[in-house]
């Protein structure tokens, strides 16, 4: 869990921000930094090669083809960025219906936190998206915790009657051996094995 508040508070909002806003320092690097990291974000999102090059190329030509207007680039950046800054979020939800609610919530952010980076520094908009996750964090514990003792409640739950099946089976097989070794290795069982089918191939490779 400590982990998991670690990424979400601040490695997360300092990659995305390198990633989706690098590109409103104005430098070079900042720019092909910012390309790369996208790359990789929309691999784990899309897994399509012919959408992410075509995002690439778009991107491209909007950070180095000097030819385009000054505000129809800024425009183009603005929108076609946080769409996909937005579209990197969908997997924080489960339902079709929810995604599309939450990649405009995601992007309207996302348009936030560039106006931040262009009006004001880069670093601003990392701090300021560092506090939000934090404050959306901090909104959202009470809930995760309550999620999160349930599972780990019905998890134990599930381990208690598979161990009571396997041990009566092997008490009424005769197998006694088994059956106290079987007993002896339930404090080794860890949550992962919250399976009848998991419960019954750990202790057959174990007794066995």
Same mark, same amino acid.
């Given at each position: ?30 720019? !092909?930094?910012?390309?790369?990291? *996208? =790359?990789? /974000? ?7 090669? *012919? ?6 190329? !778009? ?21 076609? *960025? ?19 609610? /939450? ?5 309207? !952010? ?79 069982? =860890? ?18």
């Amino acid at each position: 869990m400590p982990l998991v508040l670690a990424y979400v508070v601040f490695v997360g909002p300092i990659f995305e921000e390198l990633a989706f806003r690098s590109w409103t320092i104005g430098r070079k690097w900042a720019k !092909i930094l910012g390309l790369i990291l *996208i =790359t990789i /974000y929309l691999y784990f999102v899309l897994r399509n090669y *012919i959408l992410i090059v075509g995002c690439e190329i !778009i991107l491209s030509l909007l950070f180095f083809n000097k030819k385009i207007p000054d505000h129809f680039r800024l425009i183009g950046l603005m929108i076609i *960025i946080n769409f996909l800054f937005g579209f990197i979020h969908v997997g924080n939800v489960g339902e079709w219906g929810m995604k599309v609610s /939450y990649t405009i919530y995601a992007m309207g !952010i996302g348009l936030l936190l560039s106006y931040v980076a262009l009006r004001f520094k880069f670093i601003y908009a990392i701090i300021l998206h560092i506090l939000w996750n934090g404050m959306v964090t901090l909104l959202e514990k009470d809930e995760l915790m309550k999620h999160s003792s349930k599972s780990v409640t019905y998890q134990s739950e599930v381990i208690d009657v598979s161990a009571d099946r396997v041990w009566l089976g092997f008490k009424e097989a005769g197998n006694y051996d088994a059956y106290i070794n079987a007993n002896n290795l339930m404090d080794s069982v =860890t949550l992962e094995n919250n399976t009848l089918s998991e419960l019954v191939k750990y202790w057959f490779e174990k007794v066995s």
